[in-house]
Structure formats: C-alpha cells, structure tokens
Nanobody, 123 residues
Framework: QVQLVDSGGGSVQAGGSLRLSCLAAGYTLTNRCMAWFRRAPGKERERVALINGYGGTTYADSVKGRFSISKVNAVNTLYLQMNSLKPEDTAMYYC?????????????????WGQGTQVTVSS
C-alpha cells in the first residue's frame, strides 16, 4: 500500500524559511514524477513545484527563486525548501506522486497524495 507522509509545516514570520518533507512507503521515488501542491483558504488547489523522473524541475511563477524542490531516492523522501516566505504562501501543502517519470500540471494526473502539512506565514 502506497503511503506519502507530509511533515515540516509550521508558523513563521514573513521572510522566514521552512523545509517540507514527504516520506514515501510502499512506493519508490526513483524515476517517478513527484510534486508539491497547495490549497489556500477559499481557493483551488494549485501546483507549486514538480520534479520529473530525470531530475528536471518546474515551478509556479509565484514561487520561482524562493522555493526549491528536491528528492533523495536513497531515503525515499521528497523535499520543498521554502525561503523568503510571504503571507500569501499560507496554505495546506501536499506532496503527490505518479507511477512514471513524466510530470503533468493538473492534479488529476497524480494518484498518490500525502495528508498535507499546514504552512502559516504572518506579516
């Protein structure tokens, strides 16, 4: 059974940093597309960052230059390093995974999801 466990969220002031983690069980990150999405209160869930099976990355315009997605296959963990956080980054963050190396923008292409971890940024 596939399980993705998100952690690392918390409350920080604007300008601060957090690192989110997503530990996978029953599933390997090797050669798989992984992603981070987020849902802010009253808004649709949106894509934040993608990393494909070859290590290529894609970011939403709103987080470019501030966030960095990475994964360590040896420990089956996906990360999202978030720097220069802004109040508008406040959201529930979810990791997601696919069964192959290709990434897609839409959340509907991701069969596996973490439970989410809350990030709150105060001004």
């Amino acid at each position: 059974q596939v399980q993705l466990v998100d952690s690392g969220g918390g409350s920080v002031q604007a300008g601060g940093s957090l690192r989110l983690s997503c530990l996978a069980a029953g599933y390997t990150l090797t050669n798989r597309c992984m992603a981070w999405f987020r849902r802010a209160p009253g808004k649709e869930r949106e894509r934040v960052a993608l990393i494909n099976g070859y290590g290529g990355t894609t970011y939403a315009d709103s987080v470019k230059g501030r966030f960095s997605i990475s994964k360590v296959n040896a420990v089956n963990t996906l990360y999202l390093q978030m720097n220069s956080l802004k109040p508008e980054d406040t959201a529930m963050y979810y990791c997601a995974g696919r069964n192959d190396e290709t990434c897609y923008m839409s959340e509907s292409f991701y069969p596996y999801w973490g439970q989410g971890t809350q990030v709150t940024v105060s001004s």
